[in-house]
């Protein structure tokens, strides 16, 4: 861990504090309302806000995820730094992947 | 609390970098007992050969601290009432450092890192110059006195799991000294000292546990130093603009 991951990680936590709780409000909502899936995907889809939202949470979610598995890795198992951020940039890149899809797939008309 | 027993056993691990086992002693129990007394008396009366480390005997020269029952602690200002586990003592050289010989820790590591941190004076002007006048109640003299007290125990680094698990981590005395330095009028380049803790083994590998505050035997608090430097180096960061 030097300085710049530390911040990345910092910066990551800090922006995923507000989506995290909108994120929990949402699902709420969605629920208590009994909203079908149906009638989720016609009020996200072509939505440019729930694009965002999930695009950012996705990119913050998976800077912060990438770097704590690195620090772990480097702790508990003591990896080379090759090895290391091979890891992290593996874990980050493969999680933007993923979310990406997941977002395009709600948010996209 | 007075003492019911005539003696105590003592494990104390013999051994050198290649390995070792706890050899058992009975010591005689006395009220008003150290440690380091127990390690002495063995010493003295059992096996002159065993090799510990002692100096001042009174808590200033930090040579003594050893793991007791699991803890580190200086042996010299450790009472035997307050740490005997089931009449018993385990005695072992200090964690996180290569063991020499029995109970004496290699301390090279501690103090290399010490020096790594930026742990050197630098002085901002020479003896030409005119001596800065610092007020001794001024804010950031203040905070620069919190640590100055630290007599190089390695009781925090032996207690610091991520010094355990990461071998480039500088550790809290070292990073704590940093701290002061960063905050002595005195010294010349406070960039080099933040730049010092802010590699691979810096200051921003510390998970803010606070086991070195908990055991430093000055009630010294070198988590808080360390939030102090994660802080100053971003400030430092975000102001150079990258
Ligand atoms: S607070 Fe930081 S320096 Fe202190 S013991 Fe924990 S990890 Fe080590
Ligand atoms: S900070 Fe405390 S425990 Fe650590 S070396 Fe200094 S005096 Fe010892
Ligand atoms: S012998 Fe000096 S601190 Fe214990």
Known sequence: ?109 | MANTNDTMTVKVWRGDKNGGAYQQFVVPRQDNQTVLDVVSWIQQNQDPNLSYRFACRVGMCGSCAMMVNGTPRWTCRTHVNKVLDANTLVVAPLRNLPPIKDLVADMDPFFDKWIDAGGHHDPSASRYDAMPQIAPDDAQRAVANESIECINCAVCYAACDTVAHNENYLGPAALQRAWTLYNDEKVNDTDAVLAAVSGKGGCHNCHSQGSCSLYCPNELNPMRAIAGLKAATIKHQLKRGR
């Open chain 1, 1 to 109: 861990m030097n300085i710049r991951l530390y911040m990345a990680q910092r910066l990551s936590a800090i922006i995923m504090i507000p989506l995290v709780f909108g994120h929990l409000g949402v699902m709420i909502y969605a629920i208590q309302g009994g909203l079908s899936a149906g009638e989720i995907l016609s009020r996200t889809q072509g939505s440019v806000f729930w694009f965002m939202f999930y695009g950012l949470f996705v990119i913050a979610v998976s800077v912060h995820g990438a770097i704590g598995l690195r620090t772990i890795m480097s702790e508990l198992l003591r990896w080379n730094d090759i090895a290391l951020d091979a890891i992290m940039w593996g874990f980050g890149l493969l999680s933007i992947f993923m979310g990406a899809r997941a977002v395009s797939a709600v948010t996209w008309l």
